[in-house]
């Protein structure tokens, strides 16, 4: 089982951009598609971002579509995700996720590895 790790979130303004990423190990990396969801003060956790095993499909939540890109290195075994034009409503806890082999991205019960979340403030 792949296990995660997520980095750079912080306290940033609204406007600025920022990376996140998530370093998984072991030598499976590549078994699993990846994703980005987060959870917000008092809501629920929803999905962000989800990418295939070769990055090359991607798929946004249709309210996050042109600000968010996630992407993935597997010679790194890291997964990222790149937020521009921050807004407060971004603020909340990212984390990156690990789909069972044959599951879908969007549906959490597909989740394999959960990481243990990066903190993500946006002030205005």
């Known amino acids: 089982q792949v296990q995660l790790v997520e980095s750079g979130g912080g306290l940033v303004q609204a406007g600025a951009s920022l990376r996140l990423s998530c370093a998984a190990s072991?030598?499976?990396?590549?078994?699993?598609?990846m994703g980005w969801f987060r959870q917000a003060p008092g809501k629920e956790r929803e999905f962000v971002a989800g990418?295939?095993?070769?990055?090359?499909?991607?798929d946004y939540a249709d309210s996050l579509k042109g600000r968010f890109t996630i992407s993935r290195d597997n010679a790194k075994n890291t997964l990222y995700l790149q937020i521009n034009n921050l807004k407060p409503e971004d603020t909340g806890v990212y984390y990156c996720?690990?789909?069972?082999?044959?599951?879908?991205?969007?549906?959490?019960?597909?989740?394999?590895?959960w990481g243990q979340g990066t903190q993500l403030t946006v002030s205005s």
């Open positions: 996720a690990a789909v069972r082999v044959g599951g879908t991205i969007r549906i959490l019960n597909d989740i394999l590895s």
């Open positions: 072991g030598r499976t990396f590549i078994t699993y598609a």
């Open positions: 990418i295939n095993r070769d990055g090359r499909s991607t």
